[in-house]
C-alpha cells in the first residue's frame, strides 16, 4: 500500500490504483503528490482513502510488465486458482494476488460506496482521456472529470482491473493521464485524484482550491476534444509478431480510410476506416498497434442515459434478429447478419457489452449496474 487517509467509518471509500503498468510511474508519483499534500495539514477526509501501487516488480525495472500484463489477469477463475496458490507461475500472478489481498480487505472494511480510480499513462502522444465502464453511475463519475470518454474499450480487453471492481459492485474508472514520461501527466493524475475524491464525497472544504484549480486543469485538457469516442477497430498484434507504429501519430488524431499508419513484418497496416486514433503504440510492449474510434455526440449520451432510466431494454427482443437467452436474463443472442451493426450500438447504449462472438452471432450481456444506498444508482 502507497498511503492510506482516514477511517471508512466515516464514510465513502476510494481506493487509487498507479503503476499497475510498470512503464507508467506518473500515476503512482500523482498519487504520491496527493498524499504529501493531505499530510501537510489536519484537515479530516470524511471517509477513506486508499492508494496502491500496481505492478512493483515491473515499476522497479520500468516496463509495461515482467512476465503478462497486470491489467488482463482479472479474470474470475483465474484469480481462484491464484487465490488457492495453483496459479503462482508468474511475476504478475504474485503482484495479482497481493493486490486482490488488500482489495478485499478495503472492500470488506468500506461502509459506504467504493470508488475506484486507476491512473494510466500512454506510450504515444495525445490528451489525457478517460476509459469507461458504462454504467450510469460510473458514467458520472466519468463526467466530471471534462475529459474525453473512451468507450466499448473495455469490451475489446478482457480481465482488466475495472472489470474486477465492476463485478464487485465498486463504481470504477480509469484514466489516461497523459504520455509516459511527460512530467505533465502526474499533474493531470493529482488533478484526476482530487476531482474523484469530490465525485466520492471525500472533499472537505479546505482543500476546494486545490479542486478548482484540478477542474480547471482537466477542462482546459479536453478543450476542443469529442465529448466522448467510441472504439470501432481494435488492430491485434498477434503474439511473436512485430508490429512497427509510423512515427507521428497521436490520440484523437483524425485518419482516413486506407491510410499507412505502421508496418508489420515489412506488410504496411493501414486504418481500415476513417475515425480518430487512439493510443498508437510507440513501446515494445503490448497487444494492440492502435485503435481507430469515432466522435459520439453529447446528445446521444444523454439520450442513453434516459433510455437505461426508461428501462426500454424490455423491448430489446423486438429488433430483428435478437433473441433473449433462455436461462440467462439480461443476455442476449444477436445474429450479425439480420441486425448488422446498429443492434450492436443499441446494445452499448443501454450499456450491454460483447461477452462473445462468433462469424454469425453476438452474445450481449448487461454490465452489473452498481447499487448504492440499497437501490439501483
Ligand atoms: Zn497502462
New binding site residues.
Given amino acids: 500500500m502507497l498511503g492510506e487517509v482516514g477511517r471508512a467509518a466515516d464514510g465513502p471509500t476510494l481506493i487509487v490504483i498507479g503503476g ?2 510498470g512503464n ?1 510511474p506518473a500515476g503512482v508519483e500523482g498519487l504520491q503528490q496527493i498524499f504529501d499534500r493531505l499530510r501537510d495539514d489536519a484537515c479530516n477526509l470524511p471517509g477513506r482513502l486508499v492508494g496502491l501501487t500496481g505492478n512493483r516488480a515491473a515499476l522497479e525495472v520500468r516496463q509495461r510488465f515482467i512476465d503478462k500484463d497486470l ?1 488482463r489477469v482479472w479474470l474470475r477463475e483465474h484469480l481462484q486458482l491464484v487465490r488457492s496458490g495453483m496459479a503462482l507461475d508468474t511475476a504478475e500472478d504474485h503482484e495479482a494476488a497481493e493486490l486482490d489481498t488488500v482489495f478485499r480487505r478495503v472492500l470488506a472494511e468500506a461502509q459506504g460506496i467504493t470508488f475506484v480510480l486507476d491512473v ?2 500512454t506510450s504515444g502522444p495525445g490528451p489525457a482521456f478517460s476509459v469507461l465502464h458504462d454504467t450510469l453511475p460510473n458514467r458520472r463519475f466519468a463526467r466530471a472529470m471534462s475529459l474525453p470518454i473512451a468507450l466499448g474499450l473495455e469490451e475489446e480487453l478482457n480481465g482488466t482491473l475495472t472489470d474486477y471492481f465492476t463485478e464487485l459492485g465498486a463504481l470504477t474508472l480509469s484514466v489516461e493521464a497523459g504520455q509516459h514520461d511527460d512530467p505533465h501527466s502526474v499533474d493531470r493524475t493529482a488533478a484526476a485524484i482530487w476531482i474523484a475524491m469530490d465525485v466520492a464525497g471525500l472533499m472537505p472544504e479546505c482543500y476546494e482550491a486545490d479542486l478548482e484549480a484540478a477542474r480547471s486543469l482537466l477542462e482546459l485538457e479536453g478543450r476542443g476534444l469529442p465529448e466522448a469516442v467510441e472504439v470501432r477497430y481494435r488492430h491485434p498484434i498477434p503474439f511473436g509478431v512485430h508490429f512497427d507504429m509510423d512515427p507521428g501519430f497521436e490520440s484523437f488524431q483524425r485518419v482516413t480510410a486506407g491510410e499507412p499508419v505502421g508496418s508489420e513484418e515489412g506488410r504496411s497496416v493501414g486504418s481500415p476506416m476513417t475515425g480518430l486514433m487512439l493510443m498508437p503504440l510507440y513501446q515494445e510492449q503490448g497487444e494492440e498497434g492502435f485503435f481507430i474510434t469515432s466522435p459520439v455526440r453529447s446528445l446521444w449520451l444523454d439520450v442513453s442515459t434516459a433510455l437505461r432510466r426508461l428501462g426500454i431494454e424490455r423491448w430489446l427482443s423486438a429488433l430483428p434478429g435478437v433473441r433473449q437467452m433462455p436461462q440467462e436474463p439480461g443476455t442476449y443472442l444477436v445474429n450479425r447478419r439480420a441486425a448488422r451493426f446498429v443492434a450492436r450500438q443499441i446494445f452499448h447504449l443501454l450499456g450491454y457489452r460483447r461477452r462473445d462472438y462468433s462469424a454469425t452471432h453476438l452474445v450481449m450481456e448487461k454490465r452489473p449496474e452498481p447499487e448504492i444506498n440499497g437501490h439501483r444508482a
Avoid: I, K
Fill in positions: 499497475l503498468h507508467e491489467n494510466h499513462t
